[in-house]
């Protein structure tokens, strides 16, 4: 799976023994813990010899090592195939190690690494596709729009090798899994970074449809026109402030036995929002350009999907708008009919995600899903609530524990979230069948959910998964999450639509 349009991932082989020679200029990336007489090696015992581990340790214990969580050193050690070893913590010496430790520590390394373009990695035999995503999206670089007086010189991580117990087919299987993985995940987060002067939503189209395409689905797209005349009211609404009119786009893939599940995908993708009318505060506006961020993770998602074969149909509906302030914009005060005849009292243009996503719903469930999954950049409240690193899942209630207790066993930490009944009152209108914010301030990430809800067919099980602030690291890197788009929640759909998949 090919990221669109800059990253590609490295080579990834895997061996049962350290290579003797081609990694002369690698780095070997060992995992250290705290011992109770200082820091020592762990799953290095089938591909180091005992010399060399001794070696290692004293070396660590002269550095003052604790073999504490993260903690990286680098290590010249005489006798080994490769130019140097770079160890990092993984903590207190428990015997085994929560996947997404594993993850974080050769995300790390990655990073650390960054000028280095092989890696031999023994954390694969503690955890062969853990390591491998953290390594390749610790490695992620998003470089497209650097001229050559900014462009980095080297060409980055470009091969790993990834120690394991065997070589067999199943373990090389499930290292393809892992690249794919990672790979879907770099997609999501090179849209995300793409700037929306690149990125708007004829453009977004056309990307998706390539990748769609690519992959071997069914795709659809509607242009302005044809939303207008199908009365998707909501996404033209959004819309109709900017000169780069929107678009929906479906992605399809029939995978299917007869009787299968069919799993909808929804992904706001709103390319760029100034908040319309009620526009937003200058300060840190730039940072909208990742407010297409479910719509990226959903397009990722449903292409990992048809690239792992898994037996299932899924469906990904994806509304694509621009929301700008213009003579042509919708205002506060109007009134617009969503896809399926539910009238909406805009009183806020900033609120316009679920206005979109709305329109989107309603078109996913006329597929008749079993399950239904929104994912989005919505409200501001979710990073008061929850804070930049955890997205909060609302939705049917066996649905909405079962995406959260997923997504936190894959490192993306989604929290369930409930949606109080008495907050529909609150999106009430005089005029109109629903307001599309509330007349109170409180609970802002609660009551967009409760908007939402009003959309989903009946007998749909559904879930909303809200990642305004974790699509987007607006801070400094950490483990294997760069500073810009995450790609969250791709992970997480991915982990649900295997779920679903082996379990129904």
Known sequence: MSS????????????????????????????????????????VDAVLDAEAVDAIESALSALNATGAEGQLHRLVIAGLPVASV???????????????????????????????GTVVTALSVLDLEAALEGL??????????????????????????????????????????????????????????????????????????????AAGLEVEVLDDKALTRAGYGGIVGVGKGSSRLPRLVRLTYRGAKRGGKTVALVGKGVTFDTGGISIKPAANMHHMTSDMGGAAAVIATVVLAARQKLPIDVIATVP????????????????LTQYG?????????DAEGRLILADAIVRACEDNPDYLIETSTLTGAQTVALGARTPGVMGSDEFRDRVARLSQAVGENGWAMPLPEELKDDLKSTVADLANV???????????????????????????????????????????????????????????????????
């Open 4 to 43: 669109a349009p800059g990253y590609q991932a490295p080579t990834v082989t895997v061996s049962s023994s350290l290579p003797g020679r081609g990694v002369a200029e690698a780095v070997l990336v060992l995992p250290v813990v705290t011992g109770d007489t200082g820091p020592r090696t762990v799953g």
């Open 86 to 116: 770079l160890t990092v913590g993984l903590g207190d010496a428990g015997g085994e190690w929560p996947a997404d430790t594993i993850r974080r520590a050769a995300g790390a390394a990655a990073r650390a690494l960054d000028k280095v």
């Open 136 to 213: 390749i999206l610790g490695g992620y670089r998003f470089t497209d729009f650097r001229s050559d007086k900014t462009a980095p010189k080297d060409k980055g991580l470009t091969k790993i090798v990834a120690l394991a117990s065997d070589a067999k087919a199943a373990t090389k299987a499930a290292a393809a899994r892992a690249v794919d993985v990672a790979s879907a995940v770099a997609t999501a987060r090179d849209f995300v970074n793409t700037p929306p002067s690149h990125l708007f939503p004829a453009e977004f189209a056309k990307q998706a449809k390539a990748l769609g395409e």
């Open 320 to 335: 694509m708008a621009e929301n700008m302030p213009s003579a042509t914009a919708q205002r506060p005060g109007d009134v």
């Open 341 to 349: 005849g539910i009238t909406v009292e805009v009183l806020n243009t």
């Open 438 to 504: 509330s007349s109170s301030r409180y609970a802002g990430m609660l009551v967009a959910g409760v908007y939402l809800r009003e959309f989903v067919a009946e007998d749909v099980a559904w879930a909303h998964i809200d990642i305004a602030a974790p699509a987007y690291n607006t801070g400094g890197p950490w483990g294997y999450t760069p500073k810009g788009g995450t790609g969250v929640p791709t992970r997480t759909m991915f982990a649900v639509l295997e779920d679903i998949a082996a379990n129904g």
